[in-house]
């Protein structure tokens, strides 16, 4: 009896290994026999980089960088063992964690530090960097970004301008004379899970902004200053800024496009490649992956959907460990899930599933009717 487990982390309360060493513990009360593989997983969310230095054996990188204020602090990278690629997970730069709630306002917000962790990466010589663009405090179109990797931009008074969201409406002239020349030698694979478009109703400004502290004013300015970015790109760069995934991270995915080059691909794919996850489904009896919530953000391409699709085509069983289940039986069927188990129940709140995860893990699993997912006959 073969057994892959592949789950996201629990955010907040285990990450994605600690996930895979309580369901393997729980599993081996069963049959001490079992041939259990773990294959810890994110999905080009918190945790990539990480994930994807340890998987091949890299290093992990700190350095200065600005957050998104422009302030000081430290953040870091991984490069991988090879020393070819390096991981960057724009959060840990720009990302709204870093701010306190009165502190949120995209219009204010800079990618900067982005740039500052692709400069230092270029520094290491790499020729490829793979980004992750989630959990971002910005609508900047990555002009702060761009602005750390040697790119200057002007008003039509030929002032230069600080590289933030509320600047984009001012954008008159972009300067690329002293942008850094290692980036036309390096590969960027920009990971990004949204489809949204630059600008617009379904845009950067009216879908995420709100979010980020952005009021209904701000927000309508905002889309005007990502349509004006959008324009004068096209005439000066002659590069178009119109396809699914530029809104993405405040317009971060049109910059990674416009200032790096950058090809867009879903974080799901991207990490199941890189780390060989369907040759791994293929030879596995049964498939077990989780994740903290299971709900409706879980069917656009988060790890549960992912394992579970590719699970469904090689005709595996999948077993879904959540924190919390928010999907209807009919839901999570349909990408391929046979059976749930959520910590969280009418006996447990979401609260003591996320202090006692671990131990509700294994708890939910030893008291699970294995029977049901039609697999290995000692496991009832």
Known sequence: MKILIAPDKFKGSLDAQ???????????????TLHIQ????????????????????????????????????EAGYGISGDGNTAFIEMAV????????????NPL????????DLIADALKHGVKKIVLAIGGSATNDAGIGMATALGYTFYNNQN??????????????RIDTSDVNPQLKQT????????????YGSNGAAFVFAPQKGASEQDVANLDKGLEHFANIV??????????????AAGGLGAGAKVFLNATLQ?????????????????????IITGEGKMDVQTLAGKVVAGIAATAVRHHKPVLAVVGKNELTETQWKQVGITQVISLADKNTSVEMAMCKTYELISKRIEGFDFSRLAVHPRMK
């Open 234 to 247: 096209h005439t000066q760069l002659n590069i178009s800024t119109d396809f699914a995934g530029a809104g």
């Open 187 to 198: 590969e960027i694979v920009v990971l990004c899970d949204v489809s949204n478009l630059l």
């Open 159 to 172: 002032q230069e301008l600080t590289p933030i969201g509320k600047n984009l409406i001012n954008l008159h």
């Open 108 to 115: 204010h917000t800079s990618t900067v530090g982005t740039g």
């Open 266 to 286: 879903r974080g799901i794919d991207y990490v199941m490649q890189a780390l060989h996850v369907e040759a791994t489904i293929q030879h596995a009896d049964l």
């Open 93 to 104: 730069a720009s990302g709204l964690q870093l701010l306190k709630l009165d502190e949120r």
């Open 18 to 32: 600690q996930v895979c060493e309580a369901i393997r513990q729980a599993l081996l009360k069963y049959d001490a």
């Open 38 to 73: 773990t294959i810890p997983m994110a999905d080009g969310g918190e945790g990539t980089a990480q994930l994807l230095t340890e998987h091949t054996q890299g290093k992990w990188i700190t350095c200065a960088v600005r957050d998104p204020l422009f302030r000081k602090i």
